[in-house]
Nanobody, 123 residues
C-alpha cells in the first residue's frame, strides 16, 4: 500500500523557517495529488497546500505568502517551505495523498495519510 513518510518538523521561534518533506512510496497510480494538512489541539484539521501531478498548487489563504510547496522531478516527494512562522502555525502537520489531479483541501477526499510531524513555534 501507499506509504507516506514525513520529516522536517521541529521547534522554532516566531519568524523562523522550517522545510517539511513528504516522501511517497509504493504508489502505482498514474496521477495523484499530494497535500499538507495541519491540526492544532482542540481544532479541526485544515488544509494548508495541495499539489497535483502537473505541479498546479493551491494554498490556504491563512498561509499564503508565507508557505510554498513543490514536488520533486519524480513527483514522489512533496516539500513545504514554511517562512515567517507564527505561534498560531503550531500544529501537527500531516501529508496526504489521493488519486487523480483535482486540487482539493478537503481532508475526507484523501485516502492515504502520513504519521504527522510536529511543528512548534514559540512566541
Amino acid at each position: 500500500q501507499v506509504q507516506l513518510v514525513e520529516s522536517g518538523g521541529g521547534s522554532v521561534q516566531a519568524g523562523g523557517s522550517l522545510r517539511l518533506s513528504c516522501a511517497a512510496s509504493k504508489y502505482t497510480y498514474s496521477s495523484y495529488t499530494m497535500a499538507w494538512f495541519r491540526q492544532a489541539p482542540g481544532q479541526e484539521r485544515e488544509g494548508v497546500v495541495v499539489v497535483n501531478s502537473f505541479g498546479a498548487t493551491t494554498v490556504a489563504a491563512s498561509v499564503g505568502g508565507r508557505f510554498t510547496a513543490a514536488r520533486d522531478n519524480a513527483k514522489t516527494t512533496l516539500h513545504l517551505q514554511m517562512n515567517a512562522l507564527r505561534p498560531d502555525d503550531t500544529a501537527m502537520y500531516y501529508c496526504a495523498l489521493k488519486p487523480g489531479d483535482i486540487l482539493s483541501l478537503i481532508s475526507s477526499e484523501f485516502h492515504y495519510w502520513g504519521q504527522g510531524t510536529q511543528v512548534t513555534v514559540s512566541s
